[in-house]
């Protein structure tokens, strides 16, 4: 028989257990890997802290979501 291959994504790292919450979570770290693109600029910010984004191109320093900027495009 074939091994299984763990369909989770980025939550593999937590083997079995905590389903729902995994799939919460890939959710999340999908969101983070896209470009999070600057408001102002359309430069790159990065994540300072949790909420607190930086500019690298404008250096302007603003709030938005967690772990993702807020109103952004997600591709699948
Ligand atoms: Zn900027």
Redesign the pocket.
Known sequence: MAVKKKKIGSAGRFGAGYGKVKQKLIAVERKQRVKQE??????H?KREAPSIWL??????KFASGAYHLKNQKTKK
């Open positions: 600057c408001p102002f600029c359309k430069g910010a500019c690298k191109k404008c250096n302007k």
